[in-house]
């Protein structure tokens, strides 16, 4: 039922959403079309989640906050409509096992053959820098042997900056999917040195596809959301 509403939803929602912010899509013919894939992107905006399940040409599931469930009101029935569309994954960020739990979800939709959506980040930049990535990312693409494809979202800041309720019509959006990016070179290293080596050369291509400053430092949760900080 849920692939059904994907669908339906899909079906209205993308032709509108590209009529208001006419999103220029590059890459999508890196994105494979079956099988397990992480799709790993900088993180700009709310709407993020929204940009890239409505261009990507697969269906692809995120972690979500249990809070966008549990909305009411017009907003909030909406809000949770879409996230439940997409088969996005509640999570509860104050749990002290939210991160663990984070990344066993992600595994399921992983070895499922699903595509899975990831920031790297672990949450929104709020001054447009890129910033260093956690490692989750190669954690799941080590433990699941599936592919990373670089996402790089431009300008979805301005649709919806941090601290916005509604997104704004006018501003332009660009989403460039990047070539995908094998496990496998590190499979034989130390798990440590795998994980981190392979989180940077994710970053190093989002980085090539937005042009964004790079930070050298973790992005730091906001204080309410110090739970998850894995990367999802």
């Not at 549990?70 to 409509?81: A, L, N, S």
């Not at 790297?120 to 820098?129: A, H, V």
């Not at 509604?166 to 959006?173: E, T």
Request: charged share 20%.
């Amino acid at each position: 039922m849920s692939r059904l509403a994907y669908r339906v939803g899909h079906l209205v929602t993308a032709p509108t959403a590209k009529l208001v912010w006419r999103p220029t899509i590059t890459g999508t013919e890196h994105v494979p079309r079956t099988g397990g894939v992480i799709l790993a992107s900088n993180h700009l905006s709310f709407i993020d989640s929204f940009a890239i399940p409505i261009v990507a040409p697969r269906p692809v599931s995120f972690l979500a906050k249990s809070d966008y469930f549990t909305g009411t009101g017009i907003g909030g029935t909406v809000r949770r409509g879409f996230f439940e569309a997409i088969e996005a994954i509640p999570v509860d960020r104050h749990s002290s096992r939210a991160a663990q739990e984070s990344l066993d979800s992600a595994l399921e939709v992983l070895r499922a053959g699903r595509a899975f959506g990831i920031y790297p980040e672990g949450t929104r930049s709020r001054d447009g820098r890129l910033y260093k990535g956690r490692t989750g990312v190669a954690w799941l693409a080590l433990t699941a042997g599936v592919p990373v494809v670089p996402v790089g979202l431009v300008g979805t800041d301005e649709v919806q900056p941090v601290g916005s309720s509604f997104p704004r019509p006018g501003a332009r959006v660009r989403v460039s999917f990047g070539p995908p990016i094998s496990p496998e070179p590190y499979a034989g290293m130390p798990a440590g040195r795998a994980r981190r080596l392979l989180t940077d050369e994710v970053m190093d291509a989002i980085a090539g596809l937005t042009g964004q400053e790079r930070a050298d430092t973790h992005n730091e949760l906001p204080p309410e959301n110090t739970g998850a900080a894995v990367g999802i």
